[in-house]
Nanobody, 124 residues
Framework: QVQLVESGGGLVQAGGSLRLSCVAS????????VGWFRQAPGKERESVAA????????NYAYSVKGRFTIFRDNAVNTVYLEMNSLKPDDTAVYYC?????????????????WGQGTQVTVSL
């Protein structure tokens, strides 16, 4: 069992930065791939970034590549999403999720455990 808690969301102006954190509890977290997803009102949940169990492999959505960075520190059971050059289109609720596999994927259906989400709002 893995419990996930996101934090770090907020209101920021376009061009600004935020760092999201996903803190996990549970013994299997260090062997789990983790993904960040987002969902804007009226839209489907989409993958933002994913990282494998040891941070050796990452994957990004085309829309955030070069602006967002996912990384993890298994010593403190935390995965981060560093978001730079934010745009209004990045406005959404951001969720982290963990799967029962060390391999990172982009489909939300591959992930078993989900956090409650954190709101990110980017203003003009």
């Amino acid at each position: 069992q893995v419990q996930l808690v996101e934090s770090g969301g907020g209101l920021v102006q376009a061009g600004g930065s935020l760092r999201l954190s996903c803190v996990a509890s549970g013994r299997t977290f260090s062997s789990s791939a983790v993904g960040w997803f987002r969902q804007a009102p009226g839209k489907e949940r989409e993958s933002v970034a994913a990282i494998n169990w040891n941070g050796g492999f990452t994957n990004y959505a085309y829309s955030v590549k070069g602006r967002f960075t996912i990384f993890r520190d298994n010593a403190v059971n935390t995965v981060y999403l560093e978001m730079n050059s934010l745009k209004p289109d990045d406005t959404a609720v951001y969720y982290c999720a963990a799967r029962l596999s060390p391999i990172a994927t982009i489909s939300p259906y591959d992930y078993t455990y989900w956090g409650q989400g954190t709101q990110v709002t980017v203003s003009l």
